[in-house]
């Protein structure tokens, strides 16, 4: 995908949950930014959000805020989620499942929006795709769907190919489901 696109999609989920309120004349949105790592590590991730709210109209310090919060590793990420709710954000940017999962139980009131989720239906984050229903919406990248055809097109242009070796992050939300698990060892045996 490119990164236009990319960023032109989640501008338009990311105002979407401030609806008509988002021309209140004076209004001051506060945004908070949950991810784990490094702040550097999502740098252009951050300003490719940056870019895309401006583009809408949406200015740092003129009419929105950001409040980031990082964790060094996952496991930090819910008292991170809790500070950002207690802080009162109007809306959380939670990039990926392991971000959504630390977040979720800390509010169900604040919207919470993804960028690049592998199966938010799967892991139950959302209803589903067309309604996802409560508060957490955002862009899915349908690993379930889209890894499958991948690897099939792979075989079909790879004719030698015997084994293909699969890396999965185990704590991620999106491989622990059963149905992902097994999908994953069957790839690794294909």
């Known amino acids: 995908m490119k990164r236009r696109a990319f960023v032109t999609g989640l501008g338009a989920v990311l105002v979407a949950p401030l609806g008509a309120e988002a021309q209140q004349a004076g209004k001051v949105w506060r945004i908070g930014y949950l991810s784990y790592g490094a702040p550097a590590e999502s740098a ?3 300003e490719a959000l940056r870019m895309g709210l401006r583009d809408r109209g949406y200015v740092e310090g003129k009419n929105i805020n950001f409040v980031f919060r990082w964790g060094e590793t996952a496991e930090q990420l819910p008292e991170q989620a809790a ?4 802080s009162k954000v109007d809306i959380i940017i939670a990039p990926s499942s392991t971000e959504v999962e630390a977040v979720r139980p800390a509010t169900s009131v604040i919207p919470i929006v993804f960028a690049n989720h592998a199966d ?6 959302v209803a589903s795709l067309a309604r996802p229903g409560g508060n957490i919406t955002g862009l899915s990248v349908l690993m ?3 890894v499958t055809k991948q690897l099939e097109i792979m075989k079909q242009t790879l004719r030698r190919l015997k084994r293909v070796g699969v890396l999965a992050v185990s704590t991620a939300p999106s491989t622990r489901d059963a149905s992902v698990t097994v999908w994953l060892s069957i790839t690794v045996l294909a």
Request: aromatic share 0%; no cysteine.
């Open 144 to 146: 379930t769907e889209l």
């Open 44 to 46: 252009n991730r951050v």
């Open 83 to 86: 500070e950002l709710v207690r």
């Open 120 to 125: 938010p239906v799967g892991t139950g984050h």
